[in-house]
């Protein structure tokens, strides 16, 4: 499990630094394009702190508490909170700025985005109150997997989007 909490780490960190650097180089033609490109980056920012942070957590907490489940459900409780925080957050976020009414703003991706978080907390939900049901450890690896998955597709999105941009050159 070690190895595989490092790896979604890593990778969280990778999509985190790139678009970043995507979005310092990019160009967005409108205000309303820059908008949703900010937005969408500072959703990835904070949901790549969170991975990277909840990927460490457990590591932490086996080696203090030598490999109890304990530290296994301590870690999925506060990922959980986190994550429902994130929905909060994001979603909040999301209708203040109204993104639909915004250009390059993408339905399908919002539901993708939606489904995961939702399958993620389910993960943990289930993980937590019937651990008869699914072992605490894959189910946490795996709501962090979803969450690497998010990072994925807000990364998808800022790229693309400045890249169009940036083809596109200004209008």
């Given at each position: 499990?070690?190895?595989?909490?490092?790896?979604?780490?890593?990778?969280?960190?990778?999509?985190?630094?790139?678009?970043?650097?995507?979005?310092?180089?990019?160009?967005?033609?409108?205000?309303?394009?820059?908008?949703l490109?900010?937005?969408?980056l500072r959703?990835?920012?904070?949901?790549?702190?969170?991975?990277?942070?909840?990927?460490?957590?457990?590591?932490?907490?086996?080696?203090?508490?030598?490999?109890?489940?304990?530290?296994?459900?301590?870690?999925?409780?506060?990922?959980?909170?986190?994550?429902?925080?994130?929905?909060?957050v994001?979603?909040?976020?999301?209708?203040?700025?109204?993104?639909?009414?915004?250009?390059?703003?993408?339905?399908w991706?919002?539901?993708?985005?939606?489904?995961?978080?939702?399958?993620?907390?389910?993960?943990?939900?289930?993980?937590?109150?019937?651990?008869?049901?699914?072992?605490?450890?894959?189910?946490?690896?795996?709501?962090?997997?979803?969450?690497?998955?998010?990072?994925?597709?807000?990364?998808?999105?800022?790229?693309a989007?400045?890249?169009?941009?940036?083809?596109?050159?200004?209008?």
């Open positions: 499990m070690n190895e595989i909490l490092t790896l979604v780490a890593e990778i969280a960190v990778g999509f985190t630094g790139f678009a970043a650097i995507a979005s310092a180089l990019g160009q967005s033609p409108s205000v309303a394009d820059a908008r490109d900010r937005l969408r959703n990835l920012v904070e949901t790549g702190v969170v991975v990277v942070v909840m990927a460490i957590v457990p590591l932490v907490l086996l080696e203090a508490e030598s490999g109890t489940e304990w530290a296994w459900h301590v870690s999925a409780g506060i990922l959980l909170t986190a994550v429902v925080t994130l929905a909060i994001h979603g909040g976020r999301n209708r203040g700025a109204r993104v639909s009414e915004l250009a390059g703003y993408s339905h991706s919002a539901v993708v985005l939606w489904t995961l978080a939702v399958s993620s907390l389910g993960l943990l939900v289930v993980a937590l109150l019937a651990p008869r049901v699914l072992r605490i450890e894959l189910a946490y690896v795996a709501a962090l997997v979803l969450l690497t998955v998010i990072l994925g597709v807000y990364f998808v999105r800022i790229a989007s400045l890249l169009t941009h940036k083809l596109g050159g200004p209008s």
